[in-house]
């Protein structure tokens, strides 16, 4: 079996060394004159100590001079003006099919880039199929065009230096293209193939559908993105576009023609910006895109608009609770609002002054002062086209977590209340105004910006407006706004950590504490939904399995089992060996014993709770690897053979489908020669390939498995020996190290 995974906290790595300089910098190697002979050395002492102390002497003089300058404060520096922000003029046209485009030269490299803006988004995904775009946007690349494969153009591209990526977020997708000036041409024709006749090719789209399922089994491994996926939850509505989840149901229903018919609704040329940036002649440019874009003649009725926000204030808490992790992670805030708003730049000139950087109010007081957290930050999250977050985020000792939250609100009134001093006034402006300037500091970033500006239907001035008006926000602007949109009665607070940590409890926050479910629904199994036929065929090759392993009888007297093993894990960066001894006891129960280079690893679980010792200390078992331990037992080959309680469905001549009564599931596939089990498939996106039966105890065991998971090799595992009815017992395998 594949080794449980168990996720440690985060902790901060050891920290680098300074590197000294050596003391003989010359690189020569020794200088002639250090090849004295000993009694030419001896000679030159004296004359080597009296220069010694002339130089002591003026170093004096030299020191006393010193203290007579009075060198300048940084203080006193002076900084020129920042330059004004030079927005390029780009040559802009529309073709006759509807699409706009934007041409704007720079011979700087001799490269050439461009984008395809396509108004589209996951703010589309229709229900139960929520992953839809994003699905699209991935497919869309590495499923090649009509003409050429995916991994065609791969090579292609690699071969000249060039490339072509695509994605969908949430209110737009791209199609991007960046290679060197001279290989233009056929770069163009491939991105005019792919974003105008992908071909969405089913291998890429399963492999894609795997990834993403491996995404959702892993979502729950890090607690700081458990509170980004549930803090929008919470806010928005968990049913809103804004706020949904992608679920193993949702991926499953996607299917190819999902796919094309998402595609077909969206890129249609009148629903396309392109912009094109770097070395060319802009004449020669619009010629070209003209010639290869103009017999593009799709025609779709307008995209509608994005959904609204309608969400309404949730205030209370909601506890993640994740026992494995040794500080809690929160956010504390509500809905915000668009970029367009007129007191947009009041409001971010605010949530700088109250967590911005180091010098804000949060950090100041609650990671400098108090020292409870590892860090903190405010924010008002704008968006272009819907309400955004008001934030206040961060990371704190598990023992100061309502200490933390209480500190930051009491902050958030303060704002509200207490006007700010100049000088929090000016740090905060100069520090949005400065940094402002760097998304104008390359004519492709200025591109970009004005093409999304008129995107959203934003006015071309708008960067220059949002300018002054961060140079306009006065003391009053910032109480005004801190009192009108920031409303400690609306906040929701997310909290992800150990409860049992807490020095004080959460309800101490004077509102209602409710959990949030972090379990991830299984996806409707074929089997549920198999015909009798279906469920008859899945049994008749569940029992000529029975027969290939041994015989019923013998699989169903098999109480307890255990092996040693040799385990090969292949990481990116090298492959790692460990020993590992497994021993379970049927139906539910499991030990398995990992000794790995940096340490020993004891995991236990009787199917409802359990333990974990680790380098890092002995903890109790958190769901998520509760839910890995109870898989590992579902899977064990002598189990699922017999498989009592599960529902069978056959999904091929030689493929059975099994679904447990705890939401377990597995694919297995038949040695159409043998009956023996060929392949395992499960958790979405992991495969077991068996091999090296042999007979133990009057049933067939393989001894060697091949582990893949997402299409690339994780693990080799040699089995020893097994050892069955041994009387193993819970008590035994609950033994702590």
């Keep these: ?18 590197q000294q300089p050596s003391s003989d910098s010359s690189p020569q190697g020794p200088h002639p004159r250090r090849e004295l002979s000993r009694v030419a050395r001896a000679r030159a002492f ?17 020191t006393e001079v010193r203290r007579a300058v009075v060198l300048p404060s940084y203080k006193d520096l002076k900084f020129p003006p920042l330059p004004p922000i030079k927005v390029p003029e780009p040559e802009t046209f529309t ?14 490299l001799p490269i050439v880039s461009g984008f395809a803006l396509v108004r589209t988004g996951n703010l589309f995904d229709p229900p139960g199929k929520h992953g839809l775009a994003e699905v699209t946007g991935a497919v869309l690349r590495a499923g090649g065009s009509q003409t050429q494969t995916g991994d065609q153009i791969d090579e292609r591209l690699e071969n000249i230096a060039a490339s072509i990526e695509s994605s969908i977020s949430e209110s737009y997708g791209t199609l991007t293209f960046s290679c060197l000036k001279e290989t ?11 974003l105008t006749a992908p071909e969405f090719r089913q291998d890429k789209l399963d492999l894609e559908k795997k990834q993403i399922r491996s995404g959702i089994a892993r979502r729950n491994d890090d607690a700081n993105g458990i509170l980004e996926r549930e803090f929008p939850a919470e806010v928005y509505g968990r049913k809103t576009p804004y706020g949904w989840s992608i679920e193993y149901s949702d991926i499953d229903n996607i299917q190819r023609p999902d796919v094309i018919a998402f595609y077909q609704r969206y890129y249609f040329p009148a629903n396309i910006m392109l912009a094109v940036y770097g070395d060319f002649d802009t004449a020669q440019m619009k010629q070209e895109l003209t010639r290869v874009f103009s017999t593009w003649e799709v025609k779709q009725p307008p995209v ?3 959904p609204e926000v309608a969400a309404k204030p949730v205030p209370g808490v909601f506890l993640a609770n994740k026992s494995d992790v040794t500080q809690t992670f929160f956010s504390i805030g509500h809905v915000g609002g668009t970029l367009i708003d007129k007191d947009y730049p009041a409001l971010e000139v605010a949530s700088e002054i109250l967590g911005g950087g180091f010098s804000s109010r949060l950090f100041r007081r609650i990671r400098t002062k108090l020292g409870y957290a590892y860090n903190i930050g405010a924010s008002w999250e704008a968006d272009y086209d819907h309400p955004g977050l008001f934030k206040i985020s961060g990371s704190t000792q598990s023992a100061h977590t309502v200490d933390t939250i209480k500190a930051s609100i009491e902050e958030l009134n303060r704002l509200r209340t207490t006007p700010v001093t100049d000088q929090e006034l000016q740090v905060a402006k100069d520090s949005i105004l400065n940094g402002f300037v760097f998304n104008f500091d390359k004519p492709s970033k200025t591109l970009t910006r004005l093409v999304t500006y008129e995107y959203f239907g934003y006015p071309k001035d708008f960067v220059f407006a949002y300018q002054k008006g961060i140079a306009a926000v006065t003391q009053a602007d910032v109480l005004r706004v801190a009192k009108q949109y920031l409303r400690p009665q609306d906040l929701t607070i997310v909290a992800v950590g150990n409860p049992q940590e807490f020095k004080t409890p959460l309800s101490a926050l004077g509102l209602p504490v409710l959990p949030i479910d972090l379990s991830i629904p299984e996806a409707a199994k074929a089997a549920e939904k198999a015909d009798p036929a279906s469920e008859a065929q899945g049994k008749r090759l569940l029992e000529r399995v029975q027969k290939a392993m041994g015989g019923m009888d013998k699989l169903v007297g098999i109480k307890d089992i255990s092996y040693d093993a ?7 960066g090298a492959a790692m060996k460990a020993k590992q001894k497994n021993s379970y006891v049927l139906p539910a129960s499991l030990r398995q014993e990992l000794e790995l280079p940096f340490g020993k690893q004891v995991v236990f679980s009787n199917g409802t709770g359990g333990w974990i010792m680790s380098p890092q200390g002995m903890m109790a078992m958190p769901p998520d690897a509760l839910k890995q331990a109870q898989g590992e037992v579902f899977r064990v080959l002598f189990h699922l053979a017999v498989c009592d309680a599960c529902t069978v469905s056959a999904v091929g001549n030689d493929t059975v489908e099994l679904a447990g009564k705890n939401g377990e599931a597995a694919r297995l596939v038949i040695d159409p020669a043998s009956g023996l089990p060929a392949k395992l498939y499960y958790d979405g996106n992991t495969e077991t390939a068996y091999s090296d039966w042999q007979e133990t105890g009057g049933v067939r065991a393989p001894s060697h498995w091949t582990v893949m998971r997402d299409g690339q090799k994780f693990a080799e595992i040699q089995v020893h020996g097994y050892q069955l009815n041994s009387g193993l017992t819970d008590q035994e395998l609950s033994r702590k190290p």
């Design 566 to 572: 040799d385990v090969t894990i292949f990481t990116p």
């Design 304 to 306: 509608p608009k994005f």
């Design 95 to 108: 073709l006759p099919n509807g699409m706009k485009i934007y041409l704007l030269e720079h011979h700087e």
């Design 184 to 194: 233009t041409t056929p770069v163009l024709g491939v991105f005019h193939d792919l």
């Design 1 to 18: 079996m594949k080794p449980v995974r168990v996720f440690p906290a985060r902790g901060r790595g050891p920290g680098q060394a300074l």
């Design 46 to 62: 004296p004359t080597i100590l009296a220069v010694l102390l002339c130089a002591c002497a003026l170093s004096a003089q030299e």
